[in-house]
């Protein structure tokens, strides 16, 4: 059961606590979401960004590796997109700033994601039918190795024009049943890190790099390794 409902809603906008802290961003939406949406953890707050769009997080982790077990954790429930954030005096930093000198060596990359050896679920390919969403493409049908970057996650197909700001949108629907959209369809790392900073610069503060070989999101470096990038 939930922690919360429409009588006890998620708080949005509450100030954040004192001192330094990790906790796990997993989503981001343009309206609300209902109050049940997270119903396999608490606490879970939500904060209202510049560009419109209110971010969702959960827990509040003095240590990295209590994160990154959550982060898992979480990922695990089908938020596959569940990632670290660090605050330090309530100003988001990196998360790198926080960790201690024995965190920094044992810990590999944080953004790559995590290895699924269990088969890939079928994906119905019928899911992106919604004749009023933003026109884009399915990644689950994207033959060949691209980076791009991803510009949000939505509960359902997006009839937001927004992301038409953003130029050759893919999505993609996530094993939570949401449905990840991202920008662009890049060969080389100059080109992709371009587009995450335009991304960046126009209302997407948190847009990142993905890669994806044959409709299945795989590591930066496995990316790089089959297009030749040293």
Request: glycine share 6%; proline share 7%.
């Amino acid at each position: 059961m939930s922690a919360y409902s429409d009588a006890n809603p998620i708080p949005i906008g509450l100030p954040l606590p004192e001192g330094s802290f990790y906790t796990i961003q997993v989503g981001a939406f343009r309206l609300p979401v209902a109050n049940n949406t997270f119903n396999q953890f608490a606490p879970v707050y939500a904060e209202r960004q510049t560009n419109g769009f209110i971010r969702y997080s959960t827990g509040f982790f003095s240590s990295y590796t209590e994160a990154i077990q959550a982060r898992n954790d979480i990922r695990q429930m089908g938020y596959a997109d569940a990632f670290i954030v660090a605050y330090k005096d309530r100003e988001r930093v990196r998360y790198s700033e926080l960790m201690t000198a024995a965190e920094r060596a044992s810990t590999n990359n944080d953004a790559t994601p995590p290895t699924n050896t269990a088969p890939a679920p079928t994906v119905d390919l019928t899911y992106y039918s919604d004749p009023l969403a933003v026109p884009a493409s399915l990644i689950e049908k994207t033959e060949g190795v691209f980076f791009t970057v991803q510009v949000g996650v939505y509960a359902k197909p997006s009839r937001n024009t927004i992301l038409n700001t953003y130029s050759d949108l893919h999505v993609e629907k996530l094993a939570s049943g949401q449905i990840r959209y991202a920008s662009g369809k890049f060969q080389t790392i100059a080109d992709v890190v371009k587009q995450r900073d335009f991304c960046r610069a126009n209302g997407i503060p948190d847009a990142f790099i993905t890669a994806y070989k044959n409709g299945k999101r795989i590591s930066i470096p496995e990316a790089k390794k089959e297009l030749g990038i040293q």
